[in-house]
């Protein structure tokens, strides 16, 4: 699958907040959940009307018309490069930036309580 959507990219992301290389701080980053959540709805949104117009018709009788209709038929679902495929990677980089996020914010608290407590332990 083509990585034109980034999703190569928010992978690498994730997986460095697994290492624990990345925290955000949950009041920065407080939104970018529900966004999103927005986001992958209206791309699903898409990707319901594509899966509609999947079969493309009227191009006449002629051999050349069935060409066609296979074309670009193809260009809205079905094909490598087609709509469809491209509105999937979409979907699949947006839930990996919303986990790299959600990572990112859990090492925070993490790193937050482990400070806190250690400055606990060191005042009287």
């Not at 899966?51 to 009788?61: H, L, M, P, Q, Y």
């Not at 490598?80 to 914010?105: F, R």
Request: aromatic share 6%; with cysteine; hydrophobic share 45%.
């Amino acid at each position: 699958m083509n990585d034109a959507a980034g999703t190569f990219e928010w992978a690498q992301v994730l997986e460095s907040a697994e290492a624990g290389e990345l925290a955000l701080d949950p009041g920065v980053a407080s939104n970018l959940d529900a966004v999103c959540d927005r986001y992958i709805s209206r791309l699903d949104q898409m990707l319901d009307t594509v899966r509609v117009v999947d079969k493309i018709s009227g191009f006449g009788t002629f051999p050349s018309a069935t060409v066609l209709e296979q074309k670009f038929s193809l260009k809205a679902a079905g094909g490598d490069h087609s709509l469809e495929v491209v509105l999937m990677q979409h979907i699949d980089a947006v839930k990996l930036a919303k986990q790299a996020v959600a990572k990112a914010i859990q090492n925070f608290l993490e790193q937050d309580t482990a400070s806190g407590d250690h400055i606990s332990g060191t005042t009287p």
